[in-house]
């Protein structure tokens, strides 16, 4: 079972995306901001598989959180997502390691196939 760090501020959307991707089998750990996402990845960052980012968060944002998490382990997987980033915030989010940006909202199935596709990429390696 793959460990998923879960970071997005609106709750109701954080909570409905954990549900459906535990439904497909993953662990998933939800936080509501970036200082949280980088402290949870501290405390278990070799243990997840995949971390999922909202570009606009309170306190820290997903890009600057997730330049940390790449800090800390270079060869984590990442996907960033969010409902209102300009195309600049959104390339910035790949620069900074994410593999894709997804502008919500965003099909569940869209969401899965990419992590198993990713998944199987980075296990082959």
């Given at each position: 079972?793959?460990?998923?760090?879960?970071?997005?501020?609106?709750?109701?959307?954080?909570?409905?995306?954990?549900?459906?991707?535990?439904?497909?089998?993953?662990?998933?750990?939800?936080?509501?901001?970036?200082?949280?996402?980088?402290?949870?990845?501290?405390?278990?960052?070799?243990?997840?598989?995949?971390?999922?980012?909202?570009?606009?968060?309170?306190?820290?944002?997903?890009?600057?959180?997730?330049r940390i998490i790449k800090k800390?382990?270079?060869?984590?997987?990442?996907?960033?997502?969010?409902?209102?980033?300009?195309?600049?915030?959104?390339?910035?989010?790949?620069?900074?390691?994410?593999?894709?940006?997804?502008?919500?909202?965003?099909?569940?199935?869209?969401?899965?196939?990419?992590?198993?596709?990713?998944?199987?990429?980075?296990?082959?390696?």
């Amino acid at each position: 079972m793959s460990r998923i760090l879960l970071a997005d501020d609106d709750r109701n959307f954080g909570t409905v995306l954990r549900s459906e991707l535990e439904r497909d089998g993953y662990k998933v750990t939800l936080v509501t901001d970036g200082v949280e996402a980088v402290m949870n990845f501290i405390d278990g960052g070799e243990a997840y598989a995949f971390v999922l980012l909202d570009i606009k968060m309170p306190r820290l944002d997903g890009i600057n959180a997730l330049r940390i998490i790449k800090k800390l382990n270079p060869d984590v997987l990442a996907i960033t997502f969010s409902g209102n980033a300009g195309s600049g915030e959104m390339a910035e989010s790949v620069r900074a390691g994410a593999i894709r940006c997804l502008t919500k909202p965003f099909g569940i199935s869209q969401l899965t196939e990419d992590l198993k596709k990713y998944l199987a990429r980075h296990t082959e390696v």
